[in-house]
């Protein structure tokens, strides 16, 4: 009896050191996979972050843009009545008149395109800062 006594400590105890390089395989397994869900955690939020940052910096940019073309309307605008003041006093021709108000067209134009391009980055700051549809 002694024989098999001595047989299953010896299974047991041999059976326990495998199964602890089992168990130390699976930890170092583990915390390996946890540090990878951790850098891919931080790259989301970094990656989301600098989408934010980009967003806010367009926006930033078309409204000042927006802001830039707002002030040239106002100035031909401006330019356009006195060009007519200055026609009708008899003072320039008409081609003075026409060419103010092609400024103030264009200025007119390039306004609506500053407030689409305004819009659309607003739309992808919202988008990225985790606005719904």
């Given at each position: 009896?002694?024989?098999?006594?001595?047989?299953?400590?010896?299974?047991?105890?041999?059976q326990?050191?495998?199964?602890?390089?089992?168990?130390?395989?699976?930890?170092?397994?583990?915390?390996?996979?946890?540090?990878?869900?951790?850098?891919?955690?931080?790259?989301?939020?970094?990656?989301?972050?600098?989408?934010?940052?980009?967003?806010?910096?367009?926006?930033?940019?078309?409204?000042?843009?927006?802001?830039?073309?707002?002030?040239?309307?106002?100035?031909?605008?401006?330019?356009?009545?006195?060009?007519?003041?200055?026609?009708?006093g008899?003072?320039?021709?008409?081609?003075?008149?026409?060419?103010?108000?092609?400024?103030?067209?264009?200025?007119?134009?390039?306004?609506?395109?500053?407030?689409?391009q305004?819009?659309?980055?607003?739309?992808?700051?919202?988008?990225?800062?985790?606005?719904?549809?």
């Amino acid at each position: 009896d002694s024989k098999n006594f001595y047989y299953e400590a010896y299974s047991s105890v041999s059976q326990s050191i495998f199964d602890g390089g089992k168990l130390r395989n699976n930890l170092r397994y583990y915390r390996a996979q946890d540090q990878e869900y951790l850098d891919t955690y931080q790259q989301t939020i970094a990656g989301a972050l600098r989408d934010v940052s980009n967003a806010l910096i367009a926006y930033t940019k078309t409204r000042e843009y927006r802001e830039k073309q707002e002030a040239q309307v106002a100035s031909a605008t401006v330019a356009v009545r006195l060009a007519d003041v200055l026609y009708r006093g008899g003072s320039t021709s008409y081609l003075q008149v026409l060419t103010s108000e092609q400024t103030l067209y264009s200025a007119q134009l390039s306004l609506a395109t500053a407030q689409q391009q305004e819009a659309l980055s607003l739309v992808t700051l919202y988008n990225v800062l985790g606005g719904g549809w």
